[in-house]
DNA sequence: TCCATGATTCTGCGATATTCGAAATGAGAG
DNA sequence: CTCTCATTTCGAATATCGCAGAATCATGGA
């Protein structure tokens, strides 16, 4: 991940709406959701919806397929990752032990029904 | 971490000139950097490094402390955590195998030098 | 006290972002 | 083909951000 990736990136979801979104289709996974119903969930106007769609859609953070007469969105998780790790990978160059918080949180985050 | 906060957060984040110098403390860890010195690396004017340092404080991403003449600023690790758990914490809603790659990387961040 | 140094705040203007009504596009049904 | 539903694109008003020159504040030394 370049500098200006991870810019566009966090631009992308530096945005109460776009946020709001991107969660919801973090949380509904592969299956993603159309934009119509997601309009509906986040009580926004279709054609705003779609205009920050395509702000994470630009960033890579999300993709969209067609099915009928709907659009279905997702999140693309690997250049999600690649955006976390970008933000992580200086952080043990000061000391080992300010990053495990982070460990804990990403090992509590597979095995949160363990 | 709330909605409101994380949007600070990444907007604190989402430009080039406030990211760099934030990775830039990250590397630095507890000791810091000064604000002047921070300046001369990244090649900015003193007054346009504060102004978005100010803003990367407000965020609650670094905090500043006087030393002498100098001011230096270090990371709120804390605080980076909760915004990365805030971005993670859902990940899991889909598909376990979804936040594997998290999981992973998180684990060779803290040791990075087995 | 007076000066030098480091850092911040003030200020103004140009650039960029956000929003949503209206119009256009795409896709299936009859 | 036409109608309708779902979504996107256009356009223009409004709001916010980013930058750097100049002035101001804070600290330590002579």
Redesign the pocket.
């Known amino acids: 991940m370049e500098m200006k990736n991870a810019v566009t990136g966090l ?1 992308a979801l ?2 109460e ?1 776009r946020l709001k979104a991107f969660r919801l289709l973090v949380r509904a996974g592969h299956d993603g959701i ?4 997601l ?1 509906r969930r986040l009580e ?12 994470l859609s630009h960033a890579g953070l999300i993709e ?1 397929r ?1 099915a ?4 279905i969105y997702s999140v693309q998780y690997a250049h999600m990752t690649a955006l976390l790790q970008f933000l992580m990978e200086d952080c043990c160059g000061g000391s080992t032990e300010i990053c495990t918080p982070l460990r804990e949180l990403a090992l509590a985050c597979g095995a949160a029904d363990t």
């Open positions: 631009s530096a945005h709406g159309a934009a119509g119903e309009a926004v106007p279709p054609n705003t919806l779609s205009s920050n769609l395509a702000i969209s067609r009928g007469k709907s659009v």
